[in-house]
């Protein structure tokens, strides 16, 4: 018998300037400490986290500038759209973001947040060395390319 998709397991928001702007050498996944005004609003589907960014701080890794919409029936309780908020790694993954960002030029970026097949928020985190600005045009290039491609051979079809 198939397996049934989750109706829980869903993409809530996606960084896709992430791939176009930085070199990802590593992917991780992450959990990420949320109050409940926050899940219900990402369940909504009110996420950005393009301009987001993750950081380690007093030996705790924190996503910093994470925009979650703000729950509209939590209006005494709610919470702060943009804090920082801190990301669940094991203490091994911890110490090998910590000695990637110390080399020069390397960050940690938020790639995709979603919920995982128990309902639970997971934020999947890079590695990442930025990118040229000729090394961007060479993926713009690519990229062309590829759509171009694709277009004649449906076009011969």
Sequence with gaps: MAKHS????KLIAENRRARFDYFIEEEIEAGIMLLGSEV????????????SYASVEEGELWLINGYIAPYLQAKTWGHEERRKRKLLVSRRELARLWTATA?????????RMYFNDRGIVKLKIGIAKGKKLSDKRETSAKRDWSREKQRLLKQNS
Excluded: A, Y
């Design 40 to 51: 219900k609003s990402l369940r909504q589907g009110g996420s950005n986290i393009g301009e």
């Design 103 to 111: 080399r020069e030029g390397m960050t940690i970026v938020p790639i």
């Design 6 to 9: 989750d109706p829980n397991s």
